[in-house]
């Protein structure tokens, strides 16, 4: 039997279609068929302004729309050769971690409500919605931020906002105690991602896999840690592995990274200095002749920007290396074999966004 999974089935998260081959409830063949929200990005880069584009970055990855857009500024700095505020790369990196935390509450919530657990979806959505208000206030927006710019940032954070994310840390710290009770403690959802989608660190390896998807096999690589931008550097924590590479093992490193960003949140805000918020840039922008690499740890993996300049407005080349496409490389070896059931738990452990699939 041949039947369609998608493009829109609610687990597919997206525009995702599996042509799923079976013979009773085994899975055969899996075709993924992508490209529902190709926009042609890498085109829209090269035809306006450098800084003009940033925007529309925050439509790839949508739920960490802040890695997007420093990965591409980042790119644009090292292009022009611009410095960033010192105080501006501290402030980069507690957005990051907060978006980092937002985004892991949400796989937390519906990984959980596409097995079965549904409590932990409206527990996980309560605590990303203090998060959301959080980067709301400094931002203005829920999703699309588009708020960081090209030397820096547009705004400082506004009084007491530091104390509002301690405070919130405070209080996520707690509710982790209560995410491990629902779902690591739950026998029923141990037995449906234990031992199941099973990558070997040299398969994770091969596939060119990051992030979570990655680290849940045992690789400890971490943008952050191994080509460190902004402050991460001067920052103590702790890349989260886990030995497994199985479902529980890739679903265990989410729930302990968001734990680490907390400690990264509290280091942040204890060695920010004083100080400007944006460097001086010219109004429009021409970077000499020559081409720059930018890469970011996002919560899906490393997302890259790489740009070639000819010393005109506009970049001539401008190409993205996104997570999820290349996470989601691997999804047919590890469904084939398994039972259809038991693909949506495979396919929600991959933390895939379409928007950067596709692009």
Not at 75 to 81: D, M, P, T
Not at 144 to 157: C, E, F, S
Not at 337 to 353: F, N, R, T
Request: charged letters at 25%; a negative charge.
């Amino acid at each position: 039997m041949v039947i369609n999974m998608g493009p829109q089935h609610p687990s597919t998260h997206g525009v995702l279609r599996l042509i799923l081959t079976l013979d009773g409830e085994e899975v055969i063949e899996c075709e993924p068929v992508i490209g529902y929200l190709h926009r042609g990005l890498e085109k829209f880069a090269e035809r306006r302004p450098y800084a003009h584009f940033i925007p529309f970055t925050d439509r790839l990855d949508y739920l960490s729309a802040l890695s997007c857009n420093l990965a591409c500024a980042q790119a644009i700095e090292r292009l022009a050769g611009i410095e960033v505020p010192e105080r501006a790369s501290y402030l980069r990196v507690a957005l990051m971690e907060l978006n980092r935390i937002a985004s892991h509450l949400v796989f937390l919530g519906t990984f959980g409500a596409d097995i079965g657990a549904t409590t932990v979806l409206l527990y996980a959505f309560r605590e990303r919605e203090l998060c959301l208000e959080l980067l709301e206030a400094i931002t203005g927006a829920r999703l699309t931020y588009n708020w960081v710019r090209v030397g820096g940032l547009p705004a400082d954070m506004p009084d007491g906002w530091d104390a509002g994310v301690l405070e919130f840390c405070e209080h996520l710290i707690r509710r982790q105690e209560e995410n491990e009770r629902l779902l690591s403690d739950n026998p029923i959802f141990r037995s449906r991602t234990e031992g199941l989608g099973v990558i070997p660190p040299e398969m994770a390896i091969a596939y060119g896999l990051s992030g979570p998807t990655l680290r849940g096999s045992g690789v400890a690589h971490d943008v952050r840690r191994f080509w460190p931008y902004e402050v991460y550097d001067q920052l103590d924590f702790e890349v989260v592995t886990e030995d497994v590479g199985d479902v529980f093992a890739r679903y265990r490193v989410r729930l302990r990274e968001i734990t680490e960003s907390v400690r990264i949140l509290r280091q942040v805000f204890d060695r920010m200095p004083e100080g400007p918020i944006r460097s001086k840039t010219p109004k429009v922008l021409k970077p000499p002749a020559g081409e720059a690499y930018s890469l970011v740890e996002s919560p899906r993996g490393e997302i890259s920007f790489y740009m070639v300049s000819d010393g005109s407005a506009n970049p001539v080349r401008c190409h993205i290396r996104a997570p999820s496409f290349c996470n989601l490389t691997i999804l047919r070896d590890l469904v084939l074999g398994q039972k259809v059931a038991d693909v949506v738990a495979i396919l929600g452990s991959l933390d895939i966004v379409l928007g950067e699939v596709d692009r």
